[in-house]
């Protein structure tokens, strides 16, 4: 039987990219450990280990900060969540890829250290970011909880990301988000949104200021919010959410009325979608979801 996940959702400025960013990080972590010794899992905000200063170019930075996700980062990454027995969501970071790419990537690692799931950014904030787009929707098990899936920032605004993570049995989607704009008051609709129509936890954890305008929310899978912060320069966002409530949401219907992954079943004809030339096939439509 799932139990319930004890959830810290780290509400910071940026490290800035420099020789002693994994230090610091490390530190961090270790003092959030202790002072939130009941969290399970900690997630951190967009790029939080590749920020830049204001006098420094983004571009260079990301050139510089680029790592196989293998590399020196990750094996500290590995090592800190094994020492810490934690669940351990780093932010987002810059990824050299195999094939000479800079990917926006979010890598998940599990309390032995394994590094269990990394999502590439699918949706890149076009112009101002120039990373190369992610092509896969990515999901991964916490044992004993549920499962988790996972977006960053701008992957929010388009509906066809937390609807597939959703359809893959995503209880709880974590979206690591970099927003210092006025449209932050948007992202809150979004989350809201995305929770509702999915029937799905969405937990969206923005940067403090001065990278971020901070308002890090949890709402559940009927749109309510259940966590949330202001503008502060740094907390953490703590909840205990039920993953499984998700999943009697889908089955009961949100309110005890609507179930959003019914509709398609009982024979009835595919419906087709111009704008992808694809299809909704209802032979598919709840196969991703966990059987009732």
Known sequence: MPTPLPLG??????????????????????????????????AFPELHLCGHRPDEDPERVMRAAAQELDGPRGTMLAGLARELGLWLVPGSVYERGDDGRVYNTAPVYAPDGRRVAEYRKIFPWHPYETTAAGDRFVVFDVEG??????SICYDAWFPEVTRHLAWQGAD????????????RTQELVIARANAIVNQVFMASVN???????GR?????????????????????????PDLAEARRVREHGTAGLTRVWDPFEHGRQPLELPLYEGRIDPARWRSGLPRR
């Open 172 to 183: 709880l989607v974590l979206n690591l988000v970099r927003t210092p704009t006025v449209d």
């Open 207 to 213: 940067a403090a200021p001065p990278d971020g305008t």
């Open 216 to 240: 890090s929310v949890v709402v559940d899978p009927e749109g309510r919010a259940r966590a949330e912060s202001g503008s502060e320069p740094e907390i953490v966002v703590t909840d205990v």
């Open 145 to 150: 909880h549920g499962r988790v899936g996972l």
């Open 9 to 42: 959702l780290v509400q910071t400025a940026a490290l800035h990219h420099a020789d002693d960013s994994l230090d610091l990080f490390a530190d961090q972590v270790r003092r959030l450990a202790r002072t939130h010794p009941a969290v399970r899992l900690f």
